[in-house]
């Protein structure tokens, strides 16, 4: 072995592989076109910078993670931009080429200061900076600060910073970002131009995950995407955390981000059980209700997380009873049970839903003992719905009639006698509505109601002639009411009966028929060629007789 051997140190260091950076960093706009639901805030930049008129402090507010330091870097792109070839002025669309873009978008542009006002509270701190401005830019065409969480400032370090930023040199622009814009003094507010980032909506959020998954060779379900969608709240970078665990999570199964599997991971529960759970509560069933909670408690939902859910629940049948858009994320069972329960409940008594449950939420939020909490939520809503309503109530007092006490197995009707005594036909549901009240009600049901089946408590009406959207649940709640029974009423594409005015002008055809065939009347046409029948009077069958 000859002594060169001793200084062979085999193959050169391999570079190790680039470390992996998550996805809220990897798709951070680099463009104003990538910002994503902030159209509004870009096009006022557009303008400011197509005109010459920038102003020299901009305040970016808004929720975290919709874009407001990524939008500060895009700003300071824009301003010191100098294109490809070296010669270009500020501009909304950064070539992204040229040594300044690349030098911001790299982080080591030294005319960029990026500083985080949490641990630069001082006055200090704000001291450094302003003798710093006073500097020229080194190779930029501006020095630009980039101040993020400034509510975090203290009141000495906003006084110091007052006089500079009202009148910087020339060379300096200040772009201060907050989360808390109420607590930034007004003296500073009124020294900057101020941009409000919106929440970004769920469906451009769904959509911008799918092109992210696509990207990273990943499949996902739209609902999946969805559901993250909405688990974001509005924030891009807390909807890509979460995808990114998604995705991590389908990796170890071996196959796509599917909606169960988001579900379980985010600790949401499923939307079908939320569905039983409300129609439970509807129906009065206490026992299977608390059984439903004690299930999705015992497969580690949260109680809170199933308070939200049927709280999202009611909002929906709001929604559908108003005819609202349907939420795409809704699958197509989700939209018919929504439906359904939007004719069978008025609108009171979904607000008063609405207000048991968030109170219950509220509660199971404060608890030392969530499902016991979540549990006593669940039977004051079931409970509670067997109350009448405060304005039936108030018109029981002022007529003076008794007022029936709660049923001992509650429902959202009121509670029902024991022999409840409901009309025998159509018409003679009709007749009782006309015997208190009537008013529109009435004459939609003379006029348009062609009944398809009539089961007392259950009416089925066609769609053939139209009706007012919310007839169904109006006549529901009327007749339930004056039955004291819970009605439901629903409408079908069948062509029905005729309608109540139909059979009354086909009975007066048939008796002007009748009247024109007796031998009295044919003998006075007769006389009197040109006579015509206006009305006539029918008299009782005694007085026939």
């Known amino acids: 072995m000859s002594d060169d051997s001793f200084l062979d140190l085999g193959e050169p260091p391999q570079p190790k592989d680039t470390a992996y950076r998550v996805l809220a960093r990897k798709y951070r706009p680099q463009n104003f076109d990538q910002l994503i639901g902030q159209d509004a805030m870009v096009q006022t930049l557009a303008n400011a910078i197509r005109r010459g008129r920038l102003a020299h402090a901009f305040l970016l507010t808004g929720v975290r993670g919709v874009g407001k330091t990524s939008t500060a870097r895009l700003i300071a792109k824009a301003l010191n931009c100098i294109g490809p070839d070296g010669q270009g002025g500020p501009t909304i669309d950064p070539c992204g080429v040229c040594e300044p873009c690349v030098s911001i978008a790299e982080g080591r542009n030294i005319d960029v200061i990026e500083m985080d006002a949490a641990s630069h509270t001082g006055v200090d701190d704000m001291r450094a900076v302003i003798d710093a401005a006073r500097l020229a830019a080194f190779g930029a065409r ?70 992210v998954a696509a990207l990273e060779g990943a499949e996902a379900e739209p609902e999946a995407l969805a559901l993250i969608a909405r688990a974001a709240d509005g924030s891009a970078r807390d909807g890509l955390s979460i995808l990114d665990q998604a995705i991590a999570h389908a990796g170890m199964e071996g196959g796509g981000v599917t909606a169960p599997a988001v579900r379980a991971m985010l600790g949401l529960s499923d939307r079908a059980a939320i569905r039983d759970l409300f129609g439970l509560l509807l129906d009065g069933d206490a026992p299977a209700a608390l059984a439903a909670l004690r299930g999705q408690y015992d497969l580690g939902v949260d109680p809170q997380a199933v308070l939200r859910g049927l709280l999202e629940t009611v909002h929906a049948v709001t929604l559908a009873k108003l005819g609202g858009e349907a939420d795409p994320s809704q699958s197509a069972d989700e939209r018919a049970a929504y439906a359904g329960w939007a004719t069978a409940l008025s609108f009171a008594a979904l607000h008063r839903l609405w207000q048991l449950m968030l109170k219950g939420h509220d509660e199971v939020a404060k608890a030392t003992l969530p499902i016991e909490a979540g549990e006593m939520a669940l039977l004051r809503v079931v409970h509670a719905s067997s109350l009448p309503d405060p304005g039936e109530l108030a018109r029981q007092i002022a007529s003076g009639a008794p007022i029936a006490a709660p049923s001992a197995a509650p429902s959202l009707a009121p509670a029902a006698p024991a022999a409840p005594t409901l009309p025998a036909s159509f018409e003679a549901m009709v007749a009782l509505i006309e015997r208190n009240g009537g008013g529109s009600l009435l004459s939609h049901l003379n006029a348009n109601a062609r009944p398809v089946r009539y089961d007392p408590p259950e009416l089925v009406l066609s769609t053939q002639r139209p009706l007012p959207a919310d007839l169904p649940a109006q006549l529901a709640a009327r007749l339930s009411e004056l039955t004291a029974t819970r009605w439901k009423v629903t409408t079908q594409d069948a ?47 005694e007085a026939n007789a």
């Open 142 to 211: 501006f020095k630009i600060y980039i101040i993020d969480e400034v509510h975090m400032l203290s009141k000495n370090a906003f006084n110091a910073l007052l006089k500079t930023l009202e009148e910087p040199p020339e060379h300096v622009k200040f772009l201060l970002a907050t989360t808390e814009v109420q607590k930034v003094p007004v003296t500073v507010l009124s020294r900057c131009q101020r941009f409000d980032l919106r929440r970004i909506p769920a469906d451009k959020l769904a959509a911008h995950f799918a092109k």
């Open 495 to 541: 062509e029905g009966e005729a309608t109540i005015a139909e059979r009354r002008k086909a009975a007066e055809e048939a008796d002007r028929a009748a009247i024109l065939a007796t031998p009295v009347v044919q003998a006075a046409f007769e006389a009197f060629p040109d006579a015509v029948l206006e009305n006539w009077t029918k008299e009782p069958k």
